[in-house]
């Protein structure tokens, strides 16, 4: 067993922790339908945030072509799944026994799951640079939009419509470069 193989053990464990969450509150939300007042930005939102499950999960295989692993870069891959978990979690709550807003559960745990994306955000750097050797400009330019735009859901969450459909386009944008 490579040392690859090895470590993306324990990534493919938080990252499934964290699909099987963003899965199980969907089905939540499906069951409780009666009460629950559906808004696409915060079903965006979720979307979103498993394709960036995913797509973490797919450009981990890139690493395979790395010799020699540090415990650092490993850390690193560990608190970047760890900060997906995270906002997997907090990207839709669980319906209450009474009415459920998606739009105002966004607005208010929302931020907490932009939190997590705006700490995924600046793990990418240093895994483009330090483990892929990629320009130092981009690495750094890219997530730099996405951790903006976190901070603007953080701030000013009753945008968060606004914010959504700019995850979005950023999202589709972020998947065209790295897949």
Known sequence: ???????????????GLAITRLLHTVAMIIRA?????????????????????????????GLRTVDEWSFQNFIVLVFGCTFLYGAAEMALSVPAEEKYD????????GRLSALSMLLYFLVGP???IAMYNNAVMPSVAVPSAGILLMLLTIFFPARFTVWSAL?????????????
């Open 126 to 128: 240093y895994v483009n």
């Open 102 to 109: 998606m739009l105002q559960q966004s607005q208010q745990l």
């Open 33 to 61: 339908q009666e009460r629950v007042v559906f808004h696409w930005s915060s079903a965006a939102w979720a979307f979103c945030i498993m394709l960036y499950i995913l797509q973490f999960w797919w450009v981990g295989w």
């Open 167 to 179: 995850f979005v386009c950023y999202t589709i944008g972020i998947l065209m470069l790295t897949i």
């Open 1 to 15: 067993m490579t040392q690859h193989e090895y470590i993306s053990i324990a990534i493919a464990i938080i990252l």
